[in-house]
């Protein structure tokens, strides 16, 4: 038997023998003065930092060697509430390091010390490979939650935005368009992303950010047969277009010839949804049919005509009776002469009208005094 402190002699064995000798006292921690044996050296590489206010940052200020007394890699998080923390990372003596990981558990003010995200937490965490403290808190299984892009938050063109909390983590962000707009994509006029722990935003449209579109009308206004339809914004929301015929052809909208060159008609929201509205009076487009419900209901252009020629006292020979481009020779009756043009056209724009071939005015036939 062994007196304690005392070390006996070294014996001499063969190396071999020798060897595994040492190892065993070396084990017992035996030999104190003497360096261990190469397989009980190994030293590691940590992220070093104070105090930094991310993972990233920390992990940017740099590494370290460790010694071979300080065989682990140690990692504290304080976390004082709303995303603001302090993070240290340095090499650690392995017992000392185990120890205050241990300490996670002990109570604490909210009932652990260690409660990630809460108010006055501290965590701590060892691992004892080269650069194993690169995440946060990697014996928690806790990555570093980071800040989304800005872009998102801003106020969208033709929109608004609501955010729960900016761009930082689980925030939420309600886009909304504004009147005559929708979210690209067709999903509705409102739309929420989130922001992940990740530093990404879920929720995106075709990995782009939403964006507020303007709203079409259902179809497209086509040109009438001997006329031109033309819009402002093609089928886009506030569109307006006016829809008139080539000359000698006249408006006709459900059986009836307007009195007027040409129609306008508006894409506008109806019982929020887009739609074709003319803008005529009712005089003009009956309300029940301002409504453009389809492209079969669309005013047509129907080959012009004057309204019929009356001239008393006298007698007319048209070309085309009082369709456009027909021409009426006037002769008054017995005891009547004419005043003005001896021959009327039918001729002008959208809307014809009796108009002297030979000279400007009316023709009438008058008594003849001399008769």
């Excluded at 006055?120 to 570093?144: F, H, K, Q, Y």
């Excluded at 979210?183 to 990995?207: E, F, M, P, Q, R």
């Excluded at 017995?334 to 071939?357: D, E, H, M």
Aim: proline share 5%.
């Amino acid at each position: 038997m062994t007196r304690s402190g005392y070390l006996p002699p070294k014996p001499e064995w063969p190396p071999e023998k020798q060897k595994k000798w040492d190892q065993y006292m070396a084990a017992l921690g035996r030999y104190p003065e003497k360096e261990q044996p190469s397989q009980y050296k190994r030293e590691i590489q940590c992220f070093t930092c104070v105090n930094a206010k991310t993972n990233d940052e920390c992990n940017a200020a740099g590494q370290t060697t460790c010694q071979l007394a300080d065989a682990s890699c140690m990692t504290e998080v304080r976390n004082f509430g709303y995303g603001e923390k302090l993070i240290s990372k340095k090499c650690k003596d392995k017992n000392s390091c185990h120890i205050q990981q241990k300490s996670n558990n002990y109570s604490g003010r909210w009932g652990k010390q260690c409660q990630p995200d809460w108010f006055e937490s501290v965590c701590r965490c060892c691992c004892m490979d080269d650069l194993c403290n690169a995440a946060e808190l990697p014996c928690l299984g806790v990555v570093e939650e980071k800040d989304c892009d800005l872009a998102p938050t801003l106020k969208p063109l033709n929109g608004t935005v609501s955010c729960s909390n900016g761009k930082k983590t689980n925030s939420k962000c309600t886009i909304t368009c504004d009147e005559g707009f929708t979210i690209s994509g067709g999903k509705g006029d409102s739309t929420a992303i989130n922001c992940a722990g990740s530093g990404k935003w879920s929720g995106l449209i075709n990995n782009a950010y939403p964006k507020c579109e303007i709203k079409r009308c259902p179809f497209i206004l086509d040109n009438p047969i001997e006329g031109v339809t033309s819009c402002s914004l093609g089928e886009e929301y506030g569109s307006s277009c006016s829809i008139f015929c080539n000359q000698g052809y006249s408006l006709t909208f459900k059986e009836r010839v307007t009195p007027v060159d040409q129609l306008i008609v508006s894409c506008v929201l109806v019982d929020g949804q887009l739609t074709w509205q003319y803008n005529e009076s009712p005089e003009l487009v009956q309300e029940e049919e301002r409504l453009l419900q389809d492209s079969t209901n669309m005013p047509t252009c129907q080959f012009s005509k004057c309204e019929e020629l009356r001239i008393n006292g006298a007698s007319m020979s048209c070309t085309d009776s009082n369709m456009y481009k027909s021409v009426c020779t006037i002769q008054c009756n017995a005891g009547r002469r004419r005043q003005g043009p001896a021959k009327q056209i039918c001729r002008g724009l959208q809307v014809p009208s009796w108009q002297g071939v030979d000279e400007i005015g009316a023709t009438k036939c008058v008594q003849d005094i001399d008769g």
